[in-house]
């Protein structure tokens, strides 16, 4: 019998192998989607559900315009419930200081007609009744919204299954093969299989995957935490953050809610080998990053002196990377929701849970043909911010993997701009 050949493989049931997979079947490409462990197991089914313009790198802002779009049809288009809500997003500035950054960014904003708008401090805590401390004012964008990252992550998935991609659970992707510089397939633990192009969606994975190929890509990745709230009655539909924390009410009335800006970075290998591209945000960010020694350490360590293989091990043991949450930082931002909204103080933490972040040093995705390999694509380095703008990369990757003609410009995304001369540009996300 003579094996299958796809048109595409995609490595990753993360939001951006599924959104991918989805909108490559849709333009008629026979796909194959791998997933080592289960669909949204990572980080596309643990983030907050923030579907937001407001804040972004304005680099990102006319992809996540047109994703907003994409959003309001989504439950249709998928046929799904999201729980796709758009009730706004806000920041609250606890300082001047922290209100001025807002207004600069505003004026990205402005180039492209957002809705965003400075709110004053009397404005901001009208919309959320109750809320405790003192205010500078605060960034406002009612055309953001929130969704359930599972639900949307497995029905991208299920409607590509509809439009008749394979997907394989369970199914660790070992090595991509080639021959004479082009992708002609991969070998999987349950075999190998044949693709003509192979789109790596990995998360946390790929730069080490993509090692195996000698392809380098700056990439680390740190763990966050969040909690759920048992439910309450209905509060409010906005997504809030404020320095300490973030929190959105799920349609159930439980509350996400989580550390505005903490985040533990593991020492390992990767870490030295990326320091020099990651510098200028490990100073930025010192104050948030807590440097940790763990069993992440020893694992980077194993890869360093293993190679290839000892990823495979890895992968195949830990098959959904499910990091401990740091308790510490879900007592605190626990503690800082009931400080901030004092009417919560009868609920309870129902749950926690992490997931390791990853990102590239100037904090946007890389959407593009990996150089050196023809038919080899990656969708990566969402930087704690993919969930919302996925739907648009996946679609934008299926172009550019079916005709190379995405319909909007890429090139700040492009794979290359990590070897270029130039120093990386951090575009100003707040
Ligand atoms: C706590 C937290 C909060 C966040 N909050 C938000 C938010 O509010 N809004 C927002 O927009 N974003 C948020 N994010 C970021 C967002 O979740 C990610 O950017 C996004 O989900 C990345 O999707 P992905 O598909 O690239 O990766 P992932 O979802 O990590 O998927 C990658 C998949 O690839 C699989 N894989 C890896 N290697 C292999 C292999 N060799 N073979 C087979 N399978 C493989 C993995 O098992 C994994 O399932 C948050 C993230 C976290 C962790």
Known sequence: MTQQTYDVAVIGGGIAGCASAYYLARRGLSVILLEKGEIAGEQSGRNWGFVRQQGRDPREIPLMIECNRMW???SKELEADLEWRQGGLIYLAENEERLAGYAAWLEHARDYQLDSRLLSASQATAMLPGVTGTWAGAIHTPSDGQADPVKTTRAFAAAAQRQGVEVRTGCTVEEILTAGGAVSGLRTEQGEIRAGKVMVA?????????????????????????????????????????????????????????????????????????????????????????????????????????????????????????????????????????????????????????????????????????????????????????????????????????????????????????????????????
């Open 72 to 74: 309001r049809e989504l």
């Open 202 to 430: 990995a998360g946390a994975w790929t730069s080490r995957f993509l090692r195996g190929l000698r392809v380098e890509l700056p990439q680390l990745y740190v763990k966050a935490t969040v909690l759920r709230t048992n439910r309450a009655p209905e509060y409010s539909q906005l997504g809030v953050w404020c320095n300490h924390i973030g929190f959105r009410q799920r349609r159930d009335g439980s509350f996400n809610v989580a550390p505005g800006r903490a985040a533990d970075l593991y020492i390992m290998p990767d870490c030295l080998r990326y320091l020099r591209d990651f510098w200028p945000s490990f100073k930025a960010q010192s104050g948030d990053i807590k440097f940790l020694v763990g069993r992440e350490t020893w694992d980077g360590l194993g890869i360093m002196l293993g190679g290839q293989k000892a990823l495979t091990r890895q992968m195949k043991r830990k098959r959904v990377l499910d990091p401990k949450p740091n308790a510490r930082a879900v007592r605190r931002a626990f503690a800082e929701f009931k400080k901030l909204l004092p009417a919560m103080a009868n609920l309870h933490v129902e749950q926690s849970w992490a997931g390791m972040i990853e990102a590239t040093p100037d904090e946007i995705p890389v959407l593009d043909a990996v150089p050196g390999y023809e038919g080899l694509y990656v969708a990566t380095g969402f930087s704690g911010h993919g969930f919302g703008i996925g739907p648009i990369a996946g679609r934008l990757m299926a172009e550019t993997i079916a005709d190379a003609r995405p319909s909007l410009d890429l090139t700040a995304f492009r794979f290359k701009r990590f070897a270029e001369a130039a120093p990386l540009a951090h575009g100003g996300a707040v």
